[in-house]
């Protein structure tokens, strides 16, 4: 199973070596996205809690963890899309690649292909928003639970829509609702990390470690099914 997620996955990072989307089109729309909320916001005002940050400063956690979903969403339809041309993903399921391992290796490439967005993105948040990281570890493991999540999330609910027409728009509306609970957690242990105290995110980043979990086991178990019935 690992052998067939590590060949699968290493697959799909050689097209998109080749392709450059990830690159192209997926990191500026991410940055676009940062830059328009930032022009949303006037950095001018305070808030009432925290008089000491501005408004832009204070929502950062949420807004960065919005655009990396948002980004997120156009990694998983490339993800897929490249299996539905010329009959790629039949030939997927003629190969004999354990079901597990496939949903594991597609999984893994959009698991590093966002942490490459989201190092880019966190920079030009802490650029453009002005914020500080005062607790490093908190903001470590929050970003791996919270990649890990969104990656084994959007793989299953992709591979469900993969094989409909309207794929490029159900995507968002199946994956969103699912990840909902993920984006609250990861805005509000980042803001811990971010602002302090470290003890009021840890038990966010326990939430969104345990949803990973719950996501990767179900697409290992379910994710046979879903590649017969696309």
């Known amino acids: 199973m690992l052998n067939d997620a590590l060949l699968l996955a290493a697959k799909d990072?050689?097209?998109?070596?080749?392709s450059r989307v990830l690159t192209g089109q997926v990191l500026p729309f991410g940055l676009i996205v940062l830059i328009l909320f930032?022009?949303?916001?006037?950095?001018?005002?305070?808030?009432?809690e925290a008089p000491d940050r501005t408004v832009l400063e204070q929502v950062a956690p949420g807004l960065f963890w919005l655009a990396v979903l948002l980004s997120a969403l156009l990694a998983l339809g490339r993800s897929f899309a490249i299996e539905a041309v010329d009959g790629n993903?039949?030939?997927?399921?003629?190969?004999?690649?354990?079901?597990?391992?496939?949903?594991?290796?597609?999984?893994?490439a959009i698991w590093l292909e966002l942490l490459a967005i989201e190092l880019l993105l966190g920079v030009g948040s802490l650029a453009l928003?002005?914020?500080?990281?005062t607790h490093p570890l908190l903001l470590l493991v929050t970003v791996l639970a919270a990649t890990t999540s969104i990656a084994a999330a959007g793989t299953l609910y992709a591979a469900l829509a993969s094989g409909l027409r309207v794929r490029d728009t159900l995507v968002p509306l199946l994956v969103l609702p699912v990840l909902a609970p993920v984006l609250l957690g990861a805005t509000l242990a980042t803001e811990a990390a971010l602002f302090g105290p470290a003890g009021d995110g840890w038990p966010w980043a326990?939430?969104?470690s345990t949803f990973a979990v719950l996501y990767l086991g179900a697409g290992m178990v379910s994710f046979g099914v879903l590649l017969e019935e696309t």
């Open 206 to 208: 326990g939430l969104i």
């Open 38 to 48: 930032g022009f949303g916001i006037s950095p001018d005002r305070r808030v009432v």
């Open 89 to 108: 993903l039949d030939a997927l399921k003629l190969t004999g690649l354990d079901p597990a391992g496939v949903f594991l290796g597609k999984a893994l």
């Open 13 to 18: 990072l050689r097209v998109e070596r080749r």
């Open 129 to 133: 928003y002005g914020a500080t990281i």
